[in-house]
């Protein structure tokens, strides 16, 4: 499969223009991908409230209830993979960061996507470089042209914690606290 896609804005509207192998030419409105799919996770925060992982693909967002959350353990590179569950082609992710607090411990996001769930046999999408605060949402754009031939999307935070002052923090290690993970894009 040859495929040659480009992202167009039109009426406030994402579009997805797809040339095919025919030459036939169409456009498709991108949509939530991850929206209740599959997640696999580095670690889950092992005290109460526990958080589940499929909590940042539910759809629930603005809340400021530490249970809804999904949140690993302490840990240097934490992250979660979604499996799309079919070949797609990726334009954004949106990383909603918690609103419960301690929002500046999401910074150095890297965002991949590929046909494979190893770290090391994935595209970039992009970085969240940061540091975060406290219910910020952000969006990664993939690029002019979007991620292809993607069924897994990962989010990993890939440098140690910056953050001095909280024994949580020691050693570099990080946390990874989210809300939800959108990923914008269509099913080929
Ligand atoms: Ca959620």
Request: hydrophobic residues 30%.
């Given at each position: 499969?040859?495929?040659?896609?480009?992202?167009?804005?039109?009426?406030?509207?994402?579009?997805?223009?797809?040339?095919?192998?025919?030459?036939?030419?169409?456009?498709?409105?991108?949509?939530?991908l991850a929206?209740?799919k599959n997640v696999s996770?580095?670690?889950?925060?092992?005290?109460?409230?526990?958080?589940?992982?499929?909590?940042a693909v539910?759809?629930?967002?603005?809340?400021?209830?530490?249970?809804?959350?999904?949140?690993?353990?302490?840990?240097?590179?934490?992250?979660l993979t979604i499996a799309l569950?079919?070949?797609?082609?990726?334009?954004?992710v949106?990383?909603?960061?918690?609103?419960?607090?301690?929002?500046?411990?999401?910074?150095?996001?890297?965002?991949?996507?590929?046909?494979?769930?190893?770290?090391?046999?994935?595209?970039?999408?992009?970085?969240?470089?940061?540091?975060?605060?406290?219910?910020?949402?952000?969006?990664?754009?993939?690029?002019?042209?979007?991620?292809?031939?993607?069924?897994y999307v990962t989010v990993?935070?890939?440098?140690?914690?910056?953050?001095?002052?909280?024994?949580?923090?020691?050693?570099?290690?990080?946390?990874?606290?989210?809300?939800?993970v959108?990923v914008?894009?269509?099913?080929?």
């Open positions: 499969m040859s495929r040659d896609c480009r992202v167009r804005e039109e009426n406030d509207k994402t579009m997805i223009d797809v040339v095919g192998e025919n030459l036939e030419y169409f456009s498709i409105k991108v949509e939530n929206l209740g996770v580095s670690t889950i925060y092992p005290y109460p409230p526990y958080s589940d992982p499929s909590n539910d759809g629930r967002t603005g809340f400021a209830d530490s249970g809804l959350l999904f949140h690993t353990d302490f840990e240097l590179y934490p992250w569950g079919t070949l797609s082609i990726v334009k954004n949106i990383l909603h960061n918690r609103s419960d607090g301690h929002g500046r411990w999401l910074h150095n996001v890297e965002i991949r996507g590929g046909i494979s769930s190893v770290w090391s046999e994935m595209n970039t999408c992009g970085t969240f470089v940061g540091p975060s605060q406290t219910g910020k949402i952000h969006t990664i754009e993939c690029g002019a042209r979007p991620l292809l031939n993607v069924l990993k935070i890939v440098r140690p914690n910056y953050i001095t002052d909280d024994w949580n923090a020691r050693d570099g290690k990080n946390a990874l606290g989210l809300e939800e959108v914008n894009g269509l099913n080929v």
